[in-house]
């Protein structure tokens, strides 16, 4: 693992670390106090963009040890067709290894304090917080998926044993009411742990987002819901 600066396509990549036989990066904050539970925070189909970073710094400011893999390679874009076109074209199983590499990270980093490490992820990766917690298992120890796309009917949620936080709009097309309904049942029915799906009258896709890409962003609900989510990874992390 480096943890250097590096000279990359995306400049906010900070660490390099093995996935699937070869190196994958991302970004990775500490919080002041030098130590805390380990949090992995899951891009949007936007890529690893200044608010991905923010939101990672921002983390680390609550006293988590915060990563963001990189899933796209140094690749950022906002333009909604490039980005849902890069979302495809990144297959399953290769953003899966490469989280697995990032729990092996922070796992055997020494600033981590914690035995399990929390998943956070907003839009595609809301999704892929999901598919991480299956295919981890007690490895997870809080997922939280925001307005997450796709990726829970990829895998076998009984093997979810974390507890989940979900965050979800009510005026979602990308997310819609039904789908929730459906990830709300599934979960309940076959995870292993507490499952708290939320549904939030009147919110659209990414409102936690402060760039505005869809102009659904609500900033009383982005704090309400950021209090609850770091309240939940302290209660399951420390």
């Known amino acids: 693992m480096h943890e250097e600066a590096m000279m990359a396509d995306n400049p906010h990549q900070n660490v390099t670390f ?13 919080p002041s106090s030098g130590s805390g539970p380990g949090v992995i925070v899951i891009q949007e189909w ?6 991905v970073k923010d939101v990672t710094d921002r983390f680390a400011a609550e006293g988590f040890v915060a990563l963001a893999p ?9 333009d909604a067709d490039e980005a849902g076109q890069l979302m495809q074209e990144l297959p399953v199983t290769q953003a899966a290894q490469d989280l697995k590499g990032a729990v092996d990270l922070l796992l055997d ?31 997870i120890g809080a997922a939280v998926p925001y307005y997450g796309v796709g990726g829970y009917d990829q895998v ?45 009258d009147g919110a659209g896709h990414a409102f936690f987002n402060d760039e505005d890409h869809f102009g659904t962003y609500d ?4 704090a309400e819901t950021w209090q609850a989510t770091v309240a939940f990874l302290h209660e399951h992390l420390g």
């Open 109 to 139: 980093h020494d600033a981590v304090t914690s035995d399990q490490v929390g998943a956070v992820g907003f839009c595609m990766g809301g999704g892929f917080v999901l598919v991480l917690a299956a295919q981890e298992g007690d490895r």
């Open 70 to 78: 990189d899933l796209y390679g140094g690749k950022t874009t906002h």
């Open 219 to 222: 900033a009383e609900l982005a």
């Open 156 to 200: 076998d949620l009984s093997d979810v044993t974390a507890p989940v936080l979900g965050h979800y709009g009510s005026e979602d097309d990308f997310a819609p009411p039904a789908q929730v309904d459906d990830l709300r049942e599934k979960l309940s029915s076959k995870a292993k742990g507490s499952v708290d799906i939320r549904s939030y």
């Open 46 to 51: 936007w890529g690893l963009t200044d608010h």
């Open 18 to 30: 093995a996935s699937n036989g070869g190196e994958a990066h991302g970004y990775l904050a500490t």
